[in-house]
């Protein structure tokens, strides 16, 4: 047996049938997010009313932003959940396996392609490949789908040519630069002798242990203890990310990314700083950008719409409750410089 074939089998068998041991429970976190959300929304909606004295301009900037952020994304979340039970729960064990390709290369290349039948945006797809990893993907395969799945994905690929057609190679250089970011950083994690290290400790044992007491239960009420797991894990990294994006965007004045947008190399690195500050859904983000389109040149539209749905501020958030924070440094640094890389080709090409 090939090497990654063994580590594939070996991997399925620690996720599947080997369950002891739970992750600490994280429900306090989440209702307290949840209470802050509450208030949040409650302050929302009593400014109007009370007049404008009552929250000072930067607070219900921040209180707005951070709404948003967190309304936007949540649907896709809560798909994801759903799609990950889906794939843990209710698919057989052989479904991924009796048609992907076996050797390393060309299965992630065609892992990169879920997307298209599973058309999650970037927030969603955390819990789906949390869910893959469980049913036998290797950690960089995840990573494989984890990456391209937000931009080859229907929805994805039919707002990006909505907002900008074929124009200045911006969809293009999307889709070419999603596919070749997901399957560089899978293919350099492939690499790694010991792929349940680049796990946080909680979702490693949650790959380990033994859930031989589960066995009696039927398919649903595992599924909806699935799903409380999930919530309880992905919705407090979901608030804290949409509070750091909106205290951000609340700081950092937007003049003074636009003023970068006529240099070719300023204006692909402020684009990709703006893509991180506002985490904005993949599936959207191409006419959030469009009016940005007359002030900065195609390469920073290119490298926003590229880097944005991979790493952003909220992203880091819910990629943290997966990966170590060593791993999210290096997958960050990887993509910001292929992003970079693909920002400056489109604007000295285009």
Known sequence: MSAPVRERTEHAGHGVGRRARRAPSRVPLLVAGGLVLAVLVAVRLASPLLGPGLLPNALQDFVTLTISVIVESMPFVLLGIVLSIIVQEWLPQAFFSSWLPKRGLPRRAVISFLGMFLPVCECGNVPLARGLVLKGFTVSES??????????????????????????????????????IANLIGWLFSKHPNQQSLLTSSFAAECRVDDGHAHGRGRTAKSVDLFRREMSTMMPALFIGAAIAGAIQTIVPRSVLVTLG????????AMMVLAFVISICS???????????STFMPGGIAAFLVFGPIIDVK??????TTYTPK????????????????????????
Do not use: E, K
């Open 143 to 180: 990573m494989t789908f984890l990456l391209a799945a937000p931009i080859l994905n229907p929805i994805t690929i039919i707002t990006t040519h909505q907002a900008f057609g074929w124009d200045n190679g911006i969809l293009v250089a999307r889709l070419i630069g999603g596919f070749v």
């Open 262 to 269: 006529s240099n070719p190399v300023w204006s692909v690195l």
């Open 283 to 293: 599936n959207v983000d191409a006419f959030f950008v469009l009016p940005f389109a």
């Open 315 to 320: 992203m880091l958030a819910l990629l943290r």
């Open 327 to 350: 791993v999210l440094g290096q997958v960050t640094l990887v993509v910001a410089l292929t992003s970079a890389a693909i920002g400056l080709v489109v604007n000295y090409v285009a």
